[in-house]
């Protein structure tokens, strides 16, 4: 096991170590492992959406003139630099559940009575949600399938799920929300006889997609998470090109529509991947989306993703010499070429350390129920010390029972 002072030697030799100086950090007390829920926020966001303060102020509904192609032009830089997808395949918009719901809307159009939609019991539930409206308002089945809880859904689960008749749509995760598992996406999108949506909320940014060179036909994906764009932020939707003119969003909306200051027309749709915008776009959080993808560009995805093995590796190594002698269990897949930029650790008392940890050890996590505590490493600002501190205080806190002295009275959020 590595000593805190090989921990602040590799943080030296780091080539990524300076990016931690391009965010705010309030409290250099204060660990943060929750970048997997929210980023931190970049300190050019800040300066950017002050300059747009400046333009809404002073240019007024002009300023649309230079607004207007915001959600594509964010979606080609995203497309480039974390996507491994080509220009005009992705555009930002709308939340994560609107987009799905676009998404698997338009792709279950036409299916036939009764056929299936699979998704993973495990799966994050607004994913659930969609599919379980969807499936009730279209008289399709909703297919449930158990997959191994820390591992995820595998190539041979699909084929099991699969096998048994008419299955209009398949809808996972790269990255499991719960566990970190990350699915062999290329794999599971080959075998599928149905169209595969991929939800890339817990892997944009921090693995690379390799959406185009994987096959993948259709995704949707949030960046507030490791693209730190900012709490609310749109998300993005990918479809391949050669799809973009046969599925039409079920959502019709202004924005995609062709020559939309015509308004005395019918609904008409843009061609391309326009055509899957609804409303207005939100400007000051699509230049944040933007600082976001900038940064991971900057820094590389390989490079991200080189990095977020360490600290998590680092973080395994720790838990077993430290953590299981106490109880807690590692919820997340041993192999790292398995894993995302997060780690799950199991223990009975899961909740109340959780809590401990934020107000005693200055140390911010999160729960995720029944059991599970979640350790985010943003590769872009967490430092090889913060994940060895961090374990470091969870250890003695426990050892001395301090969980067992804070309000263990549930909140709405961790």
């Known amino acids: ?42 300190k050019a966001t800040r300066e950017w959406l002050s300059v747009a303060l400046e333009h809404w102020g002073s240019r007024l509904v002009g300023g649309w003139h230079e607004w207007i192609e915001l959600p594509e032009r964010v979606g080609d830089a995203l497309a480039s630099a ?50 379980e409206g969807l499936a009730r308002a279209r008289g399709l089945e909703l297919r449930l ?18 096998a048994p008749g008419d299955v209009a749509l398949v809808c996972l995760s790269h990255v499991a929300y719960r566990s970190g598992a990350l699915a062999d996406m290329e ?15 817990h892997s944009a940014g921090v693995v690379p997609a390799e959406l185009a060179r994987r096959g993948v036909e259709v995704a949707v994906g949030c960046t507030y998470k490791y693209l730190n764009a900012g709490p609310g932020a749109p998300a993005f939707l990918y479809v391949r090109h050669d799809l973009q003119e046969r599925l039409r969003t079920p959502i019709q909306g202004w924005f995609g529509q062709r020559d939309q200051f015509e308004m005395e027309r019918p609904y008409d749709p843009e061609p391309g991947i326009r055509s899957f915008l609804a409303g207005t776009p939100p ?31 680092l973080m395994v190594e720790l838990h077993d010499e430290w953590l299981a002698p106490l109880g807690f269990e590692l919820a997340s897949p041993r192999d790292p070429a398995r894993r995302g930029a997060h780690v799950a650790l199991r223990h009975p008392e899961a909740w109340p350390i959780t809590r401990a940890l934020i107000e005693r050890a200055k ?6 129920g029944p059991d599970s505590i979640r350790f985010g490493v943003p590769p872009l600002y967490t430092r090889v010390v913060d994940v060895w501190d961090a374990l470091d205080r969870l250890r003695a806190l426990v050892e001395r029972g301090e969980h067992r002295e804070v309000d263990a009275a549930r909140t709405r959020v961790t």
């Not at 609107?98 to 998704?119: Q, R």
């Not at 140390?363 to 995720?368: A, K, T, W």
């Open 1 to 42: 096991m590595i000593s805190r002072e090989r921990a602040q030697h590799m943080d030296g030799s780091d080539p990524l170590f300076a990016f931690r100086d391009r965010f705010i950090i309030g409290d250099p007390d204060v660990i943060y492992l929750d970048g997997n829920s929210l980023g931190r926020l970049p």
């Open 187 to 201: 794999t599971i999108t080959r075998r599928s006889a149905a169209p595969v949506i991929w939800d890339l909320s």
């Open 82 to 131: 974390v996507l491994g997808a080509h220009p005009g395949e992705v555009i930002v918009s709308d939340s994560t559940t609107v987009n799905l719901y676009k998404l698997a809307g338009a792709l279950l159009e036409g299916a036939s009575a009764g056929a299936a939609i699979v998704t993973d019991r495990g799966n994050f539930p607004t994913d659930r949600y969609v599919l």
């Open 283 to 313: 400007v000051l959080d699509l230049m944040a989306v933007r600082v976001g993808v900038e940064l991971v560009a900057e820094a590389g995805i390989a490079s991200l993703r080189k990095k977020a093995i360490a600290l998590t590796e």
């Open 363 to 368: 140390v911010i996590p999160d729960f995720r």
């Open 145 to 162: 399938i158990d997959t191994d809880a820390i591992e995820g859904p595998r190539p041979e689960d699909m084929t099991r799920a699969l």
